[in-house]
């Protein structure tokens, strides 16, 4: 007699799962998949000690110390189509006794600026170094721009230097790419 319940029930259970899972289903929504991905990735960073500003050699103030790094992977037509967004976050730790404006433009191939970023650094010092944030946050028409570029040039500008000058200027970045994939 138990046999026969085991079974009975077993039967009806496995019709209920069977009838459940496929009754209302709209296998037409498998075409309507849109996969919105984050992508944390790092961009630059660099030391700049303070002697980088001051020529030993000459004599003579160095205002404005700059870089050029390249991002090859912006630039591609895939990524023009699924690049909704970006988020760039910048953290300075400054210990030289001097305030700085740092400039990121992102240009294309032929260097011309497609997208310029600016912030200020706060003065710090060797004994208290000041931490500066700085957070930038691009929407889908200005991301279409940024997407031309192929390198960017970081400024580092100073107002005043020295031969005594002494700390660091340190950066880290990165950027969150928001993507949206749709089939």
Same mark, same amino acid.
């Given at each position: 007699?138990? @046999?026969?319940? #085991? ?6 259970? !496995? ?12 296998? +037409?929504?498998?075409?309507? @998949?849109? @996969? ?10 660099? %030391?700049? +000690? ?10 003579? /103030? ?15 037509? +895939? ?21 700085? %404006? ?5 240009? !294309? ?9 600016? #912030? ?10 000041? $931490? ?5 946050? *691009?929407? /889908? ?5 940024? #997407?031309?570029?192929?390198? $960017? &040039?970081?400024? @580092?500008?100073?107002?005043? !230097? !020295? ?5 660091? *200027? %340190? ?7 928001? &993507?949206?994939?749709?089939?």
């Amino acid at each position: 007699m138990d @046999v026969k319940i #085991t079974k009975l029930f077993f039967l009806l259970t !496995s019709m209920l799962l069977f009838v459940s899972c496929f009754d209302g289903t709209d296998f +037409d929504q498998a075409n309507d @998949v849109v @996969v919105t991905p984050e992508i944390e990735l790092d961009l630059i960073y660099f %030391n700049l +000690d303070a002697s980088s500003f001051y020529n030993n050699a000459t004599n003579t /103030e160095v205002l404005v110390v700059e870089d050029t790094t390249d991002l090859d992977f912006l630039g591609g037509s +895939d990524i023009n189509d699924i690049l909704k967004g970006a988020d760039f976050f910048f953290k300075f730790t400054n210990s030289i006794s001097r305030g700085f %404006n740092v400039s990121f433009d992102f240009l !294309s191939q032929d260097n011309v600026s497609r997208y310029l970023m600016q #912030t200020n650094v706060a003065p710090g010092s060797e004994n208290t170094p000041v $931490v500066s944030y700085f957070v930038q946050s *691009l929407d /889908e028409l200005q991301i279409k721009e940024l #997407t031309k570029a192929k390198k $960017v &040039l970081v400024t @580092v500008t100073i107002p005043s !230097s !020295s031969q005594d000058l002494t700390g660091v *200027l %340190n950066l880290q970045s990165k950027t969150t790419y928001y &993507l949206q994939i749709e089939q």
